[in-house]
């Protein structure tokens, strides 16, 4: 059986002959029938509507230029326009010379001419035809997004760097078009309006880069990315082409963002210009409505400084260029002040750039991955610390260190704070762990199991930031939490402005509620400390007691404060 398949492969396909003349059809129908099944069209209009109604395509048409209604010239134009058709290789019936060129302008695969030549020729050129076409739909389907038509990311690089090969020197313009929050309307209106509103926006890239000469892909789920000769580029025509874009979603609710990449003759490779456009787009990513941002000199020094210091991070940790300073912070529920714990901060004492502050590499360092790296290290530093007070004083004295939302994803997180609590020789609970609000409120399911499991080997948790992250009050209560840390924003205008002591006032209500110390953090001065004390909060951190401090410094603090009988914890 399937042998006879084999051999009468031919069977398959279907061939459409177009010709007014039925003699003509009759015996090119006869020619073909032993190998192909044959549909029959007397004019271009009833051809037209029968491959418009009719699924499956034919493989092939066969089509006579002279007939009434609709000619052979027409059609052929009409079915090289239509995206569905223009798949169909055309062979044109010529009995004339000349029109052979106008038909492969047109886009006709080959030519039968008549008188007709010997039904092996003619058979020979049918078969070669559809094998060929055949063979280009299988390469457009492995270099095509199957939704949007357009290529995939691979082969859109591929072809880029053919063109930029080939076109040496061209100046090409690299952007990147993001839909602003895709995931909320794939959640909101379902996966079929999702798909529709990719499609819609893929269709006028589409006519964008066959206007401009360039070139276009789906680069991820909902990004999309454009490469351009610079002198039709983008440049000037960003507000036509946002346009035209918005017009075909027809949907107010949903808009873009595009970071352009302009050629400045730097000649850098593709995936860079790409880099850059995507940098330029990302910086806009909390917009709420059609946006565009061009790379310029400014995020260039950016990203060249944070390159810098993503390539300068191992060296430092190998040469102990990092620093971890100490912030105490003292319990103000008694009648003195008494020191209670301290909070590690990093510091980067960079050979070049001198002393940075963590505000600016920690961000760059979460988007990489390196910040474990460098949390591993501090954490190392801190349960060093609180081993070398132990034998020193004779006393544990705990300290928080901070853990970065991106350690929550390590599933190793608990083992690697054990074995660091383990090799210096310390109780799990002596190492606080800060997290700040936010990563409660990103991805609470996975971080209520992590904190909890922590919670079980011994650590204590303190939330760090409280109050910029949105924790509902109902996903409060039923977190597992040691502390609550309120963010500086807070404490910082409680003094002049009343709403603000309002809010942390009510911030510390629900702290008793949930049954745990309030820490203050930013208090700087007398009046901020005694309008915390007043308002019931446990433990102030801030410059009004002390700057963070070098290791020898903060030693120098906690001998003088275990001397003074200034020292409790519980
Ligand atoms: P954070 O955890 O909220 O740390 C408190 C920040 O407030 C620290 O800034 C501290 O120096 C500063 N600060 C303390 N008291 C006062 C005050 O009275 N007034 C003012 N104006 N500021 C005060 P720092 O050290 O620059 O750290 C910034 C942030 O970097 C930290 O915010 C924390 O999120 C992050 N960070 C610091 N060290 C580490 C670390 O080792 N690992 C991770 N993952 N993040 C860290
Ligand atoms: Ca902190
Ligand atoms: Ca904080």
Not at 273 to 298: H, I, P, Q, V
Not at 305 to 318: F, G, S, T, V, Y
Not at 429 to 448: P, R
Request: hydrophobic share 40%; net charge negative; aromatic share 8%.
């Amino acid at each position: 059986m399937k042998e006879l398949l084999e051999r009468n492969k031919g069977l398959h396909r279907t061939v459409m002959i177009v010709d007014d003349e039925f003699i003509e059809r009759e015996i090119l129908g006869a020619m073909l029938s032993d190998q192909y099944a044959v549909n029959y069209a007397e004019n271009g209009a009833v051809a037209l509507d029968c491959l418009r109604k009719n699924k499956p395509l034919p493989s092939l048409v066969i089509l006579d230029l002279h007939m009434p209604e609709l000619d052979g010239y027409s059609l052929l134009k009409l079915i090289r326009a239509d995206s569905e058709l223009r798949r169909i290789p055309v062979i044109v019936l010529t009995a004339e010379k000349g029109s052979e060129v106008e038909c492969l302008q047109l886009g006709a695969a080959d030519f039968i001419s008549k008188p007709y030549e010997a039904p092996e020729i003619i058979l020979a050129r049918v078969s070669h035809s559809i094998e060929l076409a055949e063979n280009s739909v299988i390469i457009h389907e492995t270099e095509r997004d199957e939704l949007t038509g357009l290529f995939n990311k691979e082969f859109f690089f591929e072809y880029g760097k053919r063109l930029d090969l080939q076109n040496h020197n061209m100046p090409m313009d690299a952007a990147v078009v993001d839909i602003n929050r895709f995931h909320i309307v794939n959640e909101l209106y379902g996966k079929a309006y999702g798909d529709l509103i990719l499609k819609r926006i893929g269709n006028s890239i589409h006519s964008f880069v066959q206007r401009t000469g360039g070139l276009a892909c789906r680069a991820g789920s909902n990004t999309f990315y454009i490469y351009i000769p610079h002198d039709t580029g983008l440049n000037d025509q960003i507000p036509e082409f946002l346009s035209e874009i918005e017009e075909s979603i027809d949907d107010p609710k949903i808009t873009l963002r595009i970071g352009l990449y302009s050629d400045d003759g730097s000649g850098l490779d593709m995936e860079r210009r790409f880099d850059r456009s995507g940098l330029a787009c990302r910086k806009l990513r909390n917009s709420y409505s059609t946006c565009f941002e061009f790379y310029n000199a400014e995020l260039h020094s950016k990203e060249l400084h944070a390159e810098r210091l993503i390539n300068d991070m191992d060296r430092a940790i190998a040469e102990k260029q990092f620093k971890v300073y100490y912030q105490p912070k003292y319990c103000i529920t008694g009648e003195k002040p008494v020191l209670t714990s301290a909070e590690a901060l990093v510091r980067w004492l960079h050979p070049e750039f001198g002393m940075i502050s963590p505000g600016e590499f920690i961000s760059i360092f979460e988007k990489n991955g390196l910040i474990q790296k460098l949390d591993r290290f501090v954490w190392n530093e801190a349960a060093a610390q609180i081993r070398r007070f132990k034998d020193e004083f004779g006393v544990y004295i705990p300290i928080s260190v901070n853990v970065s939302r991106v350690d929550i994803f390590n599933p190793l997180l608990a083992e690697i704070l054990i074995d660091i609590s383990k090799t210096n020789g310390i109780p799990t609970e002596k190492l606080l762990l800060e997290i700040t609000e936010s990563a409660y409120t990103d991805n609470a399911e996975q971080i209520i199991d992590t904190v909890h499991s922590l919670r079980d080997k011994g650590f204590r948790i303190e939330m760090d930031d409280f109050g910029s992250g949105y924790s509902s009050l109902n996903m409060l209560t039923s977190l597992p939490i040691d502390a609550l840390k309120l963010d500086r924003a807070f404490t910082c205008n409680i003094c002049s402005d009343s709403k603000a002591s309002r809010l942390v006032g009510i911030m510390i209500e629900i702290s008793r509620l949930i049954e745990v110390p309030v820490i203050a953090e930013g208090v700087e001065t007398k009046d901020q400390m005694e309008l915390l004390k007043e308002l019931g909060c446990d433990i102030i951190q801030g410059y009004y007691f002390s700057r963070p401090l070098p290791s020898d410094d903060y030693e120098d603090l906690v001998k003088t404060e275990l001397k003074e009988n200034r020292y409790a914890y519980n």
